[in-house]
């Protein structure tokens, strides 16, 4: 299985802020990689798909970079809904896909 | 839009199975992937496994033993059972289409279902 690794586990940060979240593949999967945000009691939604593709709907401060084996996920000028746990998942080996194991973001 | 709905027993004795549906809306079942995906309280996502509308499946290798799924195309309906199940099972159990583009993402989910285990 590919091991996906997230860093850090949980973030403490201000509304206006800027934050970055990590993840890492334990095998290169090129650009094969999605970031979701999951709210409490809530299924996860995608943010971003294939490394940096925003989907419709996500706001543009969000972004995504990174290929290879290292992604990172950067949300500008946090706002009081941003607060959430966040995902990341590859799809370049589809049995199994997997996910990293979260990064809770949480107000200061 | 597509909208998904998972039902099913709350509650599973162990040793037995959990058996869930995941009913689709608003859109068709027809030549898509869709995937069971859990979540323990409080900790991260574990895919379990996909079916085609064609009915070919693919399982996580930590599950292939214990997991069924199959499709209804005809109710717009998705399966999975899990059998023999113990304390480890106790999740939130989500189904989600597999939207393929230039990666493989899951969108949309449904709300998820808890399933809690009884010794």
């Known amino acids: 299985d590919i091991q996906m690794t997230q860093s850090p586990a949980s973030l403490s940060a201000s509304v206006g802020d800027r934050v970055t979240i990590t993840c890492r593949a334990s095998?290169?999967?090129?650009?094969?990689l999605n970031w979701y945000q999951q709210r409490p009691g809530e299924a996860p939604h995608v943010l971003i798909s294939?490394?940096?593709t925003l989907e419709t709907g996500v706001p543009s401060r969000f972004s995504g970079s990174g290929s290879g084996t290292e992604f990172t996920l950067t949300i500008n000028s946090l706002q009081p809904e941003d607060f959430a746990t966040y995902y990341c998942?590859?799809?370049?080996?589809?049995?199994?896909?997997?996910f990293g194991q979260g990064t809770k973001l949480e107000i200061k | 839009q597509v909208q998904l709905q998972e039902a099913g027993p709350g509650l599973v004795k162990s040793s037995e199975t959990l058996s869930l549906t995941c009913t689709v809306s608003?859109?068709?079942?027809?030549?898509?992937?869709w995937s069971w995906i859990r979540q323990p309280a409080g900790k991260g996502l574990e895919w379990i496994g996909r079916v085609h509308s064609n009915g070919l499946t693919n399982y996580n290798p930590s599950l292939r033993t214990r997991v069924a799924m199959s499709i209804d195309t005809s109710k717009n309906e998705i399966s999975l059972s899990l059998h023999s199940v113990t304390a480890a099972d106790i999740a939130v159990y989500f189904c989600a289409r597999a939207t393929i583009g230039a990666s493989v993402y899951f969108d949309p989910w449904g709300q998820g279902t808890l399933v809690t285990v009884s010794s």
């Open positions: 294939a490394v940096s």
């Open positions: 998942q590859q799809s370049f080996s589809t049995v199994p896909y997997t």
């Open positions: 608003g859109g068709s079942i027809s030549n898509h992937y």
């Open positions: 095998q290169n999967i090129r650009k094969y």
